[in-house]
């Protein structure tokens, strides 16, 4: 019997099946076979949250959850924070290596040349009520790119999708930047060609009258931190969508609009926003313990706590807190951080908290350095959205690729009726 196997016996029928083990993993569809007649219709698995299911094979982005460790394309997070660009980042994502010098000039190139919205998008965006969520605007805006750029249809060629992977990564930053700008009541501010990526977001969110907006270095340089550590994160539930809506050959402008539409949820990406709105609840650092109570008690999560990967402290919030140590040199320390560090040390010392090992996640501390820099709370997850965009794309573009991809459509088990007998409406209870 080959090594590389496993041996199931059915015991509703005493039958014998071998089945090929590679990477860990049995092929699902290999469990079909496994019936208890010919009209059987064989084995399936039952796996909701696809908490032990592997929806595809990867090369962009490795987690040991136990461990604590993230690598893209096999860098370790912290080196690539430490010495990179996100612009850099994002090319090693999309194309497997970091870039040459001359590489690196000419891809900034293209995308600081993307960077202008259409002028009917900019006219779409001034549509929505003065009050809208701006991550809703951005999905909502994302997904309109796809009526101004109707050739990024042609999915299957590779000049064209790079096309449309450099729109978005582009303009992305100049939709979030209308957002926020539209939630304020400022007028839009158009991209600025000599600003790094991060310098020209902020010069679009917080340019007034100045005839040159000047940006704080290391505001800058923090932003394009975090945008590093939000840019890839494997098959999460964005991303999830991404390939799944991709992978029916839709646009990538309606696909990334799905994934950030999955993003938005506050069990995903919308989790910063409700750190923050958790502290305000909490109030104070002499209140924590009672809310760490009223958790353990089960009324509600501790925001920015647990994930279904890590086992072990986020990797992206230790250099997040050390990024934040930065950003609070100039802006002065965030109230805030005291309920947080708080919270954090009762949470790591509690039984609860350690059985579940349920540790800070990237969204603990992010938003107190969001709103540390000036960002209101429903701008968080739009912060978070922008980076992301590349790994999106990255994995959308590993899907098209994957020869064994198909569409994505998982099945059911059928716990409904059987056949029932229609009764007309007058008869009716
Ligand atoms: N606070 C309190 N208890 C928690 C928390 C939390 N934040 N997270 C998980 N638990 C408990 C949960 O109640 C369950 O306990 P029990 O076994 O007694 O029923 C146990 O831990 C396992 O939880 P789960 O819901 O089965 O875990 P999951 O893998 O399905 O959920 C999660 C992962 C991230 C959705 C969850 O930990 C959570 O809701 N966290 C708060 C929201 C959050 O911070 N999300 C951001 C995730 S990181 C950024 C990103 O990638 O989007």
Same mark, same amino acid.
């Given at each position: 019997?080959?090594?590389?196997? *496993? ?35 064989? *084995? @399936?698995?039952?796996? #909701? ?22 690598? &893209?394309? /096999? ?32 891809? $900034? ?24 969520? #701006? ?10 790119? %796809?009526?101004? &750029? ?21 303009? !992305? ?28 977001? @902020?010069?679009?969110?917080?340019? !007034? ?54 993003? %938005? ?9 409700? $750190? ?14 009672? +809310? ?9 999560? *501790? ?6 990967? +890590? ?15 930065? $950003?609070?040199?100039?802006? /002065? ?32 501390? %992010? ?11 429903? !701008?968080?997850? $739009? ?9 999106? *794309? ?15 459509? #998982? ?19």
């Amino acid at each position: 019997m080959p090594q590389d196997t *496993l041996t199931i016996t059915d015991n509703r029928t005493g039958h014998n099946y071998t089945l090929p083990v590679e990477n860990g993993t049995i092929r699902a569809m290999d469990l079909r076979k496994i019936k208890t007649d010919p009209e059987d219709f064989g *084995l @399936m698995t039952y796996d #909701p949250a696809f908490m032990n299911t592997a929806s595809c094979r990867s090369a962009i982005t490795f987690i040991d959850g136990d461990k604590g460790i993230l690598r &893209y394309r /096999g860098y370790p997070i912290d080196v690539l924070a430490q010495h990179c660009t996100y612009l850099e980042v994002a090319y090693l994502l999309l194309f497997g290596e970091l870039p040459n010098a001359s590489q690196l000039k000419s891809w $900034v190139d293209d995308i600081t040349h993307h960077t202008m919205l259409h002028e009917t998008t900019k006219k779409f965006m001034e549509g929505f009520r003065y009050n809208a969520h #701006p991550m809703a605007m951005l999905v909502s805006t994302v997904a309109a790119l %796809s009526t101004i &750029y109707p050739d990024a249809k042609n999915v299957h060629d590779p000049a064209n999708r790079l096309l449309q992977i450099k729109r978005l990564i582009g303009k !992305m930053p100049s939709i979030a930047a209308m957002s926020y700008r539209h939630n304020v009541g400022f007028p839009y501010i158009y991209p600025d060609n000599e600003l790094s990526y991060p310098e020209n977001f @902020m010069n679009m969110l917080w340019k !007034m009258v100045e005839p040159k907006y000047l940006a704080n270095p290391v505001i800058a340089r923090a932003l394009d931190i975090l945008f590093i550590l939000h840019a890839d994160h494997e098959q999460n539930c964005s991303t999830n969508a991404m390939r799944a809506v991709g992978s029916s050959q839709s646009d990538p402008f309606l696909a990334t609009a799905a994934a950030a539409a999955a993003l %938005s949820g506050p069990l995903h990406g919308g989790a910063n926003e409700e $750190v923050l709105h958790m502290l305000d609840e909490i109030g104070s650092k002499d209140n924590v313990p009672a +809310y760490i109570k009223k958790i353990k008690e089960g009324k509600g999560r *501790l925001m920015g706590f647990g994930h279904r990967v +890590y086992k072990n402290y986020d990797p992206r919030a230790k250099i997040i807190k050390w990024a934040a140590d930065q $950003v609070f040199e100039v802006t /002065g320390r965030n109230t805030k951080l005291e309920i947080a560090l708080e919270l954090e040390r009762i949470a790591l010392e509690d039984d609860y908290f350690v059985q579940r090992k349920l540790y800070p996640n990237v969204d603990f501390y %992010s938003g107190i350095m969001y709103q540390a820099m000036g960002f209101k709370p429903e !701008m968080f997850t $739009v912060l978070f959205a922008i980076p992301r965009t590349i790994g999106w *794309l990255a994995q959308w573009q590993e899907m098209l690729n994957d020869p064994e991809q198909k569409i994505a459509r #998982p099945r059911q088990v059928w716990i409904g009726h059987e056949t029932r007998e229609f009764t007309p409406i007058e008869k009716r209870k």
